[in-house]
């Protein structure tokens, strides 16, 4: 018989491109591993230049797609991308309780608390911010917001390593186990540099910054490999460093499509051969 994988759990947005939300994380879960599993909370309408819009998933039915697959499947860890409304985060909230996932139960939980695409379009009802910070951060075994995450839920603007700390010190006290602050929109630095805390506990994955405009999926790939690799049993601070190396590969290999900003790529994973150069088409 063949072996089962681990399975991990996205509860996040389409996007229509396929550079970030549940189909990042899937190719994502695939690269590192683990059986993806999803719960699709919103669709968008989106491709390289921009979101023109979204339809969001009633909550019942993002609840009950969780109940599906972790009553049936089981899940080993699971995180959270766009998440859309208020309403919606309540209902994850709750169903996440009821699986047993979330810090002080027995599965991982990863909170990514995608606010916008990084051409700045809204993912996230202004009044939902609130719910993010009260309802699911208290739940989160590792939050890993990026600077204008850290900017609209903290208030801190965030211009070095010291302003990174006292961010992840802000933002603990909402209530997660552990905080990932990203570094990647720190332009001015030559490195990227996150910056993982638990109160007690600092680590720092410094590395390479890579000259490219094409990052279009670059949290919602390092969230996804890091819930893969707490599903295979690593602890938080290996699972963030196996995300790092993972995710610095993707941007250092990530390409153009359409007329914007093209996606962190996976591929490096595939024999080069099975890659077909799309760019010597025409
Ligand atoms: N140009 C880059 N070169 C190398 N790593 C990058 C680059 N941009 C972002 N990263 C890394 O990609 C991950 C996502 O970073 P960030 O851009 O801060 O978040 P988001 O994609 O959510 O906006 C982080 O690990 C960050 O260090
Ligand atoms: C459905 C969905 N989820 C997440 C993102 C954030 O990704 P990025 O910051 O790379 O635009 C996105 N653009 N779309």
Redesign the pocket.
């Known amino acids: 018989m063949t072996a089962t994988p681990r399975t991990a759990l996205t509860i996040a947005g389409s996007d229509s491109g396929g550079g970030a939300g549940i189909q990042a994380d899937l190719r994502t879960f695939f690269a590192c591993g683990v059986h993806g599993l999803t719960a699709l909370t919103a669709v968008t309408v989106q491709n390289s230049v921009g979101v023109s819009g979204f339809t969001e998933i009633p909550p019942e039915v993002v609840t009950a797609q969780i109940d599906a697959v972790a009553n049936d499947m089981g899940v080993d860890a699971a995180k959270t991308g766009m998440l859309a409304t208020a309403e919606i985060i309540s209902a994850v909230a709750s169903a996440v309780d009821a699986a047993d996932i979330g810090r002080n139960r027995r599965i991982p939980f990863v909170v ?1 608390p995608v606010a916008a695409s ?1 051409h700045g379009d809204p993912l996230l009802r202004a009044e939902a911010l609130e719910a993010i910070r009260t309802e699911l951060l208290p739940k989160a075994t590792l939050v890993a917001p ?2 204008d995450e850290v900017r609209l839920l903290t208030g801190i603007d965030v211009r070095n390593a010291e302003d990174s700390r006292k961010a992840a010190e802000a933002l603990l006290d909402f209530g997660p186990q552990w905080v990932l602050v ?4 720190l332009s001015g630095d030559s490195r ?1 540099v ?1 910056l993982l805390f638990d109160g007690t506990h600092i680590v720092t ?1 410094d ?4 000259d ?1 405009p094409h ?1 279009h999926g ?2 919602d790939t ?1 969230a996804s490999a890091i819930t893969a690799h707490l599903a295979k049993g690593l602890g938080v601070p290996d699972a963030v460093a196996a995300g ?1 190396k993972f ?2 590969r993707c ?1 250092a290999e990530s390409y153009a499509l359409g007329a914007g900003v093209g996606p962190v790529s996976p591929f490096w994973r595939l024999r080069p051969e099975s890659v077909q150069d799309r760019s010597q088409d025409r």
């Not at 590395?207 to 890579?210: I, L, Q, T, V």
Request: glycine share 20%; net charge neutral.
């Open positions: 990514d990084m990026n600077l990203k570094g990647g929109h990227c996150d994955f590395g390479p910054r890579y490219t990052t670059g949290g390092l790092k995710i610095e941007v």
